[in-house]
């Protein structure tokens, strides 16, 4: 069975940081594109980063500079660092697991991050 178990959300006060986890089982990990989007409340769910299998990373224009996706292959792991956060930033995190052009997609549980003060 393929699960993605998320930790790490939390509150924090704007220009704290925060760092989730996402570790995946019943996948083979090193396959996959890894990335976390987020969901705020009455909003679409947006990509936040992502690393691909090559470890090329991408990100929002949004988080650029303040936030990083790291990965270990050989702990089946995906990290977020988020760092100087905004109020803005808050939301539902998800972690998700994907194969492009195939139906080899996946979803963590989601965790959340709330910056206030």
């Known amino acids: 069975q393929v699960q993605l178990v998320e930790s790490g959300g939390g509150s924090v006060q704007p220009g704290g940081s925060l760092r989730l986890s996402c570790v995946a089982s019943?996948?083979?990990?090193?396959?996959?594109?890894m990335a976390w989007y987020r969901q705020a409340p009455g909003k679409q769910r947006e990509l936040v980063a992502a690393?691909?299998?090559?470890?090329?990373?991408n990100y929002a224009e949004s988080v650029k500079g303040r936030f990083t996706i790291s990965r270990d292959n050989t702990k089946s792991t995906v990290w977020l660092q988020m760092n100087k956060l905004k109020p803005e930033d808050t939301a539902t995190y998800y972690c998700?697991?994907?194969?492009?052009?195939?139906?080899?997609?996946?979803w963590g549980q989601g965790t959340q991050v709330t910056v206030s003060s």
């Open positions: 998700n697991a994907d194969i492009a052009g195939t139906t080899n997609n996946y």
């Open positions: 019943g996948i083979f990990f090193s396959g996959y594109h």
């Open positions: 690393v691909n299998n090559g470890g090329v990373t």
